[in-house]
């Protein structure tokens, strides 16, 4: 059985208790021995691009939307001195009760089955993170305080903000937050203040989100690849590329068994690549 969200009054702060799985996943990603900690990085980049991709399709067909004309991209802050990373995007937001929904609870088969996959003590991997879609709470590996603040792309819906410690409950409260999108605030905790670096938050976003189809930005400059990699002609990208991009996008640990690469403008303005997995599901 279990327990739903208590109706919340919208124009305080709320302390929410978390659904009995997500506890139970929170202790273990945090007690983990860390197999692969900054994955973390990657799946949040990962929702980033997910939102940015779901409001630009909205948009083809609704331009009622806060911010219409905003630039669809991701900007990363870091600062060492308070051991904070920030990822901001220009994605298509939540609102309150999608807030509640999206970071306070999880499919109850897919908690269940990361628990039986997993264990207290054990390490976990970025398959499994991946797999379970538990991503966005692999966080608390390496952060002791995590603040969302969000605003929906519907123009009449206000912005929120979600702060959890990774203990039992989170709160939930107005935000004065005017631009659409999303704000993840990671409060790092001292053993992993290494996320907080320049350096090793590019080297993660190289390895892991190179080809995230929307500009990354850290101060002004990008980090992630300029050109997507269906974009490029197929005799300018490398074999080693398709691999990357496959175990990339689909998490699988082994490379494709074949790729076909299709880039053409003429009679019609089309690119894609096509993967065969190396095994069946």
Do not use: C
């Amino acid at each position: 059985m279990v327990d739903e969200p208590e109706t919340l009054n919208e124009e305080t702060p709320s302390s929410v208790p978390f659904r009995a799985e997500v506890k139970q996943l929170l202790y273990i990603l945090a007690h983990s021995l860390y197999a692969e900690r900054e994955i973390f990085l990657r799946e949040l980049l990962s929702n980033a691009s997910d939102a940015l991709n779901r409001v630009q399709f909205e948009m083809l067909t609704n331009r009622d939307v806060v911010d219409p004309e905003a630039e669809l991209l991701i900007t990363i802050d870091v600062n060492k001195d308070d051991r904070t990373l920030t990822i901001r995007d220009t994605g298509i937001g939540m609102t309150r009760d999608e807030m509640i929904e999206n970071l306070g609870t999880i499919a109850q088969s897919s908690a269940r089955a990361f628990l039986q996959k997993t264990g207290k003590d054990q390490p976990i991997s970025s398959d499994i993170i991946g797999q379970f879609g538990v991503g966005f709470y692999s966080v608390f590996m390496v952060a002791d305080r995590v603040t969302v603040i969000s605003r929906s792309h519907r123009p009449d819906e206000p912005a929120h903000q979600w702060e959890a410690t990774g203990e039992d409950t989170f709160t939930i409260s107005p935000s004065e937050k005017q631009e659409r999108g999303t704000i993840v605030q990671l409060h790092l905790k001292e053993d992993a203040k290494e996320f907080a670096e320049p350096w090793r938050v590019e080297q993660i976003i190289k390895r892991h989100s190179n080809f995230v189809a929307f500009p990354i930005s850290m101060g002004e400059r990008r980090i992630n690849q300029e050109q997507a990699l269906w974009r490029q002609a197929p005799r300018q990208v490398e074999a080693d590329k398709y691999a990357d991009f496959y175990q990339q996008l689909t998490l699988d640990s082994e490379k494709p068994l074949l790729h076909v690469h299709l880039s053409t403008d003429v009679p019609l303005d089309l690119h894609a690549v096509l993967f065969i997995p190396s095994r069946r599901e």
